[in-house]
């Protein structure tokens, strides 16, 4: 077994959860199960930077899965802009696929710290401002900016 990290989306009060560590499968056909069970549906891996996936529920939009921070801030900072669309529900974060073996190897220790920092800050932030009723805590471009710091951090 080896490590992945689970970002969780907003929970019912607006808050940002704190990411959990997670012991990943080392066969594919068990990674596979467990991936599927994490997110909630069948999982299909996002590719937002060379050396980490994020795996989410292909069905997220359909279902209405709540708004993920975390993993929106990251694949932004990654991507160099503000992606344009929401990412939502939970978030599977891995090693990228090996392709022979069809299988995500665990994050690298400087990745599994890159990620943690920014969700830290993403999450500290987020959960301090205000709620309002009609929009979201903070505007996008304000935490593209707090994920972007703490990436810069590391």
Known sequence: MSHALLLAPLDDDGTVP???PADLPSTPSTQ???LTEQVGGWAVAAHY???IDFHAND???ALHLPFNPIAWALASVWRRCLI???LLGPIVVTGPVN???LLHPPLAPSRLKEVQTVAAAVRTAWNAAPQPADRLRLPLPELLAIA???AHQE
Request: aromatic residues 14%; charged residues 30%.
């Open 18 to 20: 704190a990411p959990a």
């Open 32 to 34: 596979r199960d467990w």
């Open 49 to 51: 930077h060379p050396h």
């Open 59 to 61: 069905a997220a939009y």
């Open 84 to 86: 344009d669309y929401p």
């Open 99 to 101: 392709e022979p073996a």
């Open 148 to 150: 972007r710091d703490a």
